[in-house]
């Protein structure tokens, strides 16, 4: 089974940026969708990215579009996700995970990271 690890998450001020990673063990190129999910302790986990090998098309959630993106490198079997203009609210532990269908819902990912996480905060 794949292990994904997470990177990158740390203390940033409110309007900057942070840039996480996701390391896979196996190829990223073998499942059907990509995502980066957050979760905090009074909200359930949330879709944050999503990116999808049918067409290359992304998904993001409301509270995130026009900040966040989501990118990959195959070669590296690595997932990122930028995040600009971070706010407050954006706090939480960030999660990447894996499909084998064409989904955004957390309960259709079967492969997950542990977590890494970002506090937004002056």
């Known amino acids: 089974q794949a292990e994904f690890v997470e990177s990158g998450g740390t203390l940033v001020h409110p309007g900057g940026s942070l840039r996480l990673s996701c390391t896979t063990s196996?190829?990223?190129?073998?499942?059907?969708?990509l995502g980066w999910f957050r979760q905090t302790p009074v909200k359930n986990r949330e879709a944050v990215a999503c990116?999808?090998?049918?067409?290359?098309?992304?998904h993001y959630g409301d509270s995130v579009k026009g900040r966040f993106t989501i990118s990959r490198d195959n070669a590296k079997n690595t997932l990122y996700l930028q995040m600009d203009s971070l706010k407050p609210e954006d706090t939480a532990v960030y999660y990447c995970?894996?499909?084998?269908?064409?989904?955004?819902?957390?309960?259709?990912?079967?492969?997950w990271g542990q977590g890494t996480q970002v506090t937004v905060s002056s």
């Open positions: 990116y999808s090998r049918r067409d290359g098309g992304t």
């Open positions: 196996g190829p990223i190129a073998d499942y059907y969708t």
């Open positions: 995970a894996a499909s084998s269908s064409y989904s955004s819902y957390a309960k259709d990912y079967a492969y």
